[in-house]
């Protein structure tokens, strides 16, 4: 099993919905909207060995990779509460929980 707590942190630039669709479209496995603003996103394949946590605060418009692993089985789900609480869960018994 494999945890870590939210939020960290790879990249601090938006990723536009086309970008964030063409390029990370491959091995997007879950998106999630707590409300009509705020989601999160998990991507990666068991052969890829590569996931990351996306979030959005406009709608999906921009995306912000929040965390990454390289060499790491990909992430197959993700749900937050409406305080915030979050869990997204993977390959290989992945699950992260962010610490609210």
Same mark, same amino acid.
């Given at each position: ?27 997007? $496995? @879950? =998106? +999630? ?13 068991? &052969? /890829?060995?590569? $996931? @990351? =946590? +996306? ?13 990454? &692993? /390289? ?30």
């Amino acid at each position: 099993m494999d945890s870590t707590n939210l939020p960290l942190s790879k990249k601090t630039e938006p990723i536009h919905k086309e970008n964030f669709t063409t390029y990370y479209g491959i091995g997007i $496995r @879950s =998106i +999630f909207f707590k409300d009509p603003n705020n989601g999160y996103a998990v991507n990666g394949t068991w &052969e /890829s060995y590569n $996931r @990351s =946590i +996306f979030t959005t605060t406009n709608g999906g418009i921009t995306w912000i990779e929040k965390h990454y &692993e /390289s060499e790491s089985p990909g992430l197959l789900s993700v749900y937050v509460n409406s305080i915030g609480k979050g869990w997204a869960v993977g390959f290989a018994g992945a699950i992260f929980i962010t610490g609210r």
